[in-house]
């Protein structure tokens, strides 16, 4: 029994191949023995045939990579295990040019081995060959002194800025000269806080704690010399840049200081996070080492089957190959641009977001201002708290995302708050403002809806001479009405329906002119009935009865909010809040 979806778990990439060429359009050629992928055509100005490979695990790395502007052949072997010196040669031979072939060689023993026989074959059949050891991975810098880094991310650098090289008609030595001076000015890091898992035993290859992280990670499932506590994205990204800063020759004395930023993710990490990384590495380039980040990339090029991870490379930039790397191509090769085109007119992209210690010398930032306790900063702090829990009751019966949504509405809220009366509606126009504009998913406009709905009602009463707290608590149930009456216009859901309307429903509906705790109870038991139900609205119906037994996470949310409402309306002395919450705690534990 296996995890996996492969036919054939111990040698999957002949049957990888095929799907790879029928998916090609003719753009490809694939030999299955010995396997290997070959480009159905090239530039007319190519006079030397470039030929990578080097273990499955990887894609698009290596077959990916081929085609017009990219590699002439590609080798792949076994899931991270070379390829053998017979499909390179025969690889090599199937497409060399009048000027020879280039080998583009990553620093594993196997891959060295391989491709050193394979071009002894080639020279004794007259082929001239020469080839580039890739060498830029600084987690391996130890070894240096014996077996040398590993080759990892420059791979992909290296190959688009070579493969437009060839085709503009450059010769074998000056391709060679070209690669070399790539490597030797390019260093890759990567990390890792869950491993890949084996395509023999479906289970991680390794195990790494919860809260740690492989720090220095190899592509074939290594793990690292290292293993840290994980920090945060910026300290983290922070330190693996300054330390690819260091270790990086400049490349030419006049570009100094500026560089190719390529995130890579290993195959679990998600394009969002790797953008992520990429403005962060960028931030910590520009910020703190006064660089100049000429072209910016990201993407999952190299993976290591599906671990969770990236690297960052950089490589220092020399003008003379930049027209190269800009190039267009045919190939799963990234399409880079210059970063002055990604970041438009905006010279101030990274100012608002600077990490601590990135201002300059006499800049300061002004102060955010901080915002008073009252209801906006109690339910910030609520669903701040609740965001995981919430997400986890979501993910049983929808996407997983109510917590998110929620918490950001109410950091929003808090992050652009305008100092100004601490009251009740001001606070609730606020949220009901965020909400509304800023929230996307169904849960911003809906809770929106009811924010804006209890800000016009408690604004009016507040607007009243002498108005006291017994005539807020009438408005907040006014204004709970009119929200009920708001959402189920604008969403249609009704009672039953396994909704946040099956909360708002009992609390309005319970007899009571004012937010009372029998009328908070009755949501709550409404939140609570939803388990019971099938959903005949919203994401959870697409999993029908498979999400009986969980409550409405919509529904647990208005609980929540109606319970934080009580707790802020009622004197302490009178209050009976903090019997509610072990209900609403039982509701997201459920």
């Known amino acids: 029994m296996t995890s996996n979806f492969l036919l054939d778990s111990a040698s999957p990439v002949r049957q990888a191949l095929i799907g790879f060429a029928l998916g090609a359009a003719g753009d490809v050629r694939v030999s299955l023995d010995p396997m290997f992928v070959t480009a159905a055509r090239h530039a007319p100005g190519r006079r030397v045939a470039l030929v990578s490979g080097g273990g499955a695990g990887h894609e698009p790395m290596h077959a990916g990579f081929v085609g017009v502007g990219g590699l002439d052949a590609a080798c792949p072997g076994e899931i991270f295990t070379s390829p053998h010196n017979r499909q390179i040669f025969a690889a090599s031979s199937a497409v060399a040019l009048p000027g020879g072939v280039l080998h583009i060689v990553k620093n594993y023993t196997g891959d060295v081995i391989n491709f050193g026989i394979a071009a002894e074959r080639l020279a004794a059949d007259g082929i001239e060959v020469a080839s580039i050891l890739v060498d830029d991975d600084l987690g391996s810098e130890a070894a240096a002194a014996t077996i040398g880094r590993r080759g ?66 190899g592509i074939h499932g290594e793990t690292a010399a290292q293993t840290i506590r994980q920090p945060g994205l910026a300290e983290l990204v922070t330190r693996m840049v300054a330390e690819l800063h260091e270790a990086v020759p400049d490349a030419v004395a006049d570009a100094a200081n500026r560089y190719v930023l390529f995130v890579n993710g290993l195959g679990a990490t998600t394009a969002l996070e790797l953008q992520h990384i990429l403005a962060e590495a960028s931030r910590a380039l520009v910020g703190n080492h006064d660089a ?194 708001a959402v189920q216009r604008v969403g249609g859901a009704v009672a039953e329906d396994r909704t946040m309307v099956d909360a708002l429903g009992p609390a309005v509906a319970s007899g009571l002119d004012s937010l009372t705790e029998a009328s908070v109870r009755a949501a709550i038991e409404g939140a609570r009935h939803t388990s019971e139900l099938v959903a005949r609205r919203g994401r959870a119906s697409y999993v029908g009865a498979r999400a009986v037994g969980t409550p409405d996470p919509g529904a647990v949310a208005v609980a929540i909010i109606l319970v934080a409402l009580l707790e802020h309306l009622t004197p302490a002395a009178d209050s009976h809040a903090e019997d509610l919450w072990p209900l609403i705690d039982a509701l997201i534990t459920a």
């Open 292 to 485: 100049e980040v000429v072209s910016a990339i990201s993407g999952t090029y190299i993976s290591a089957l599906d671990m969770r991870g990236f690297s960052i490379t950089l490589t220092a930039v020399d003008d003379l190959w930049l027209p190269f790397l800009f190039a267009e191509h045919e190939t799963a090769l990234p399409r880079p641009l210059p970063a002055a085109a990604l970041l438009l007119d905006d010279a101030h992209l990274f100012d608002e977001a600077r990490l601590p210690g990135e201002l300059d010398a006499g800049d300061q930032l002004p102060p955010r201002p901080a915002v008073p306790d009252g209801f906006l900063s109690s339910l910030h702090r609520i669903f701040t708290s609740l965001r995981g829990a919430l997400n986890a009751l979501d993910q049983k019966a929808g996407d997983g995302d109510m917590g998110s949504n929620l918490a950001s509405g109410l950091d929003l809220a808090v992050r652009d708050y305008v100092p100004g009366a601490v009251t009740l509606d001001a606070d609730l126009s606020r949220l009901a403002q965020v909400y509304l504009d800023d929230v996307g998913g169904s849960s911003g406009p809906l809770f929106g809806l009811v924010f804006q709905e209890l800000s016009r009602a408690v604004g009016r009463a507040a607007a009243v001479d002498g108005a006291d707290d017994a005539s807020v608590a009438r408005a907040v149930t006014t204004g709970l009405r009119s929200g009920l009456a």
């Open 152 to 217: 990892t991310g420059v791979t992909v650098i290296l190959e688009k800025i070579l493969g437009a090289a060839a085709d503009a008609g450059l010769d074998l030595a000056h391709l060679k000269c070209l690669g070399d001076s790539i490597v030797q000015h390019s260093r890759s890091l990567a990390v890792a806080n869950v491993a890949h898992t084996s395509s023999d035993t479906g289970l991680a290859a390794f195990h790494v704690t919860p809260g740690d992280l492989e720090y220095g990670v």
